[in-house]
């Protein structure tokens, strides 16, 4: 079955380690998302790729990196920079042109301990 | 840049009542989709409904109905005959038709709970 699966499902990080969590798509999708969800924050948009070896900052890019280097992938990694990183991180995606809204992730808890 | 306010952060319903979420947005657009997502407590998100502002006909799947007002830049959604299952967070969203980045930009949701 096509979807999206990020991983892990949690995650722990020690204060000052750079993390990456994983998100991969099988449906051939070209656009790819990233968002972070905090309580009464909503999701707020950290990066995004319309094409391999692209990528733009959302809303909230400070302290994150990402890479597309294929497709199918689209990792985030949350540095050391990132002053509050604790929160659920979701990944997206959608065909090109598409205006049907976008297939989600089950997301990654990150935790810093 | 658009925004889309959700003012109410928790509501409740009894089973098998209707309930009625609100949400505004912003934009200086004329044509753009409107969208609401559900994110029950497993968190994963799901589609709802949708809607395209150049239609005048408000949509509907099911029990779930919008009322969408262009002028006003309102779009509320009604849940009939609630259900337990549809205790989740409900997230308002906008995208913009406009370039090649079309961006979902969401509300900071509501949690609605259904009572037995």
């Known amino acids: 079955d096509g979807g999206i699966t990020q991983s892990p499902k949690y995650l722990f990080r020690k204060e000052g380690q750079n993390v990456t969590l994983s998100c991969e798509q099988n449906l051939n999708h070209d656009a790819m998302y990233w968002y972070r969800q905090d309580p009464g924050q909503g999701l707020r948009l950290i990066y995004y790729s319309q094409i391999v070896n692209d990528f733009q900052k959302g809303d909230i890019a400070e302290g994150y990196s990402v890479s597309r280097e294929k497709k199918e992938s689209f990792p985030l990694t949350v540095t050391s920079a990132q002053k509050n990183p604790t929160a659920f991180y979701l990944c997206?995606?959608?065909?090109?042109?598409?205006?049907?809204?976008?297939?989600f992730g089950s997301g990654t808890r990150l935790t810093v301990v | 840049a658009q925004t889309v306010t959700q003012s109410q952060p928790e509501m409740s319903v009894q089973e098998a009542e209707t309930v009625t979420l609100s949400c505004t947005y912003d934009t200086s657009e004329n044509n753009y989709y409107l969208f609401w997502y559900k994110q029950p407590p497993s968190r994963q998100m799901i589609l709802v409904i949708r809607?395209?502002?150049?239609?005048?006909q408000n949509a509907t799947e099911n029990r779930f109905s919008v009322n969408f007002q262009k002028a006003a830049k309102s779009f509320s959604l009604k849940i009939s005959d609630s259900q337990l299952g549809d205790t989740a967070m409900y997230f308002c969203?906008?995208?913009?038709?406009?370039?090649?980045?079309?961006?979902?930009?969401f509300g900071k949701g509501i949690t609605l709970s259904v009572r037995p």
């Open positions: 809607q395209e502002a150049y239609k005048q």
């Open positions: 997206a995606s959608r065909p090109r042109g598409s205006f049907y809204g976008y297939t």
């Open positions: 969203a906008f995208m913009s038709i406009t370039g090649a980045n079309s961006k979902l930009t």
